[in-house]
């Protein structure tokens, strides 16, 4: 595994080279992307660091505006079952920045770096998590290996998978199996998603079927209920 993300991490930063002259002569024209970029780097301000020191942290990245909305009704129950432990939360967009600002009170709140170890790392060092709750398809080789060397759990929630896309993702299977199988859990929106993720190599007894988030609560009986909640159970 070392050796694949150790190439991984070689061509993640050959395209950050590529990209980074016209991002530079780009910036000025998109205030957007300066918002709290040096988050993007693995860079935090001090009140972020100082809020990260207990250590005792379940980390939720949802991407946008959607997966940040349909993980609201889970992190609730989470919050309440779990009382032991401080929630802290990554996004990629500014949208989803704003619904999660808007629905929690001062959320340690912050945008997930670019996938490369150097960054990664340096944000893994600070949220230290016990748990990683990633919703849909974030499955971030750099983020799943160092939150598992640090030995934290991983578990994905409405997690998806197009058929459409399948052959893409078997043209890197080896890689994308390992990858993949960092992950303690997947909660996948129904039998078509889990069949995918059969055929990329995780095990059955690592899957479950939740529905989708966007539309249905977030568990769907009592059974589902237990099922999930022990999924995203630190201990």
Known sequence: MFIMMLLYD???????????????LLLPFFPLWRHKLP?????????IKGKLKSGNNIW???????????????????????????????????????????????????????????????????????????VETEIWPG?????????????????RFSNKNIGKYRLIKPFFKRVLNLADYYG????????????????????FLTGDLKYEKPVLNIEKQKEVMNSVNPA
Do not use: W
């Open 60 to 134: 939720i990245h949802a991407a946008s505006a959607g997966e940040a909305r349909c993980i609201i009704p889970l992190v609730e129950r989470m919050q309440k079952e779990l009382t032991g432990y401080s929630f802290v939360f990554s996004v990629t967009t500014r949208n989803g920045r704003k619904v999660l600002e808007s629905h929690f009170k001062s959320p340690l709140l912050f945008y997930l770096p670019l996938d490369f170890i150097p960054f990664i790392a340096a944000t893994v060092k600070a949220v230290k998590p016990k748990l990683l709750v990633a």
């Open 39 to 47: 988050e993007r780097f693995g860079i935090f301000s001090k009140e």
């Open 143 to 159: 983020l799943f290996y160092m939150v598992k060397r640090t030995g934290g759990k991983i578990v994905t929630v409405n997690c």
């Open 10 to 24: 070689m061509l993640v930063f050959l395209l950050l080279l590529i990209a980074l002259i016209p991002f530079l």
């Open 188 to 207: 996948m929106r129904n039998e078509e998603d889990a069949a995918v993720i059969r055929t990329l190599g995780v095990d059955d007894s690592r899957i």
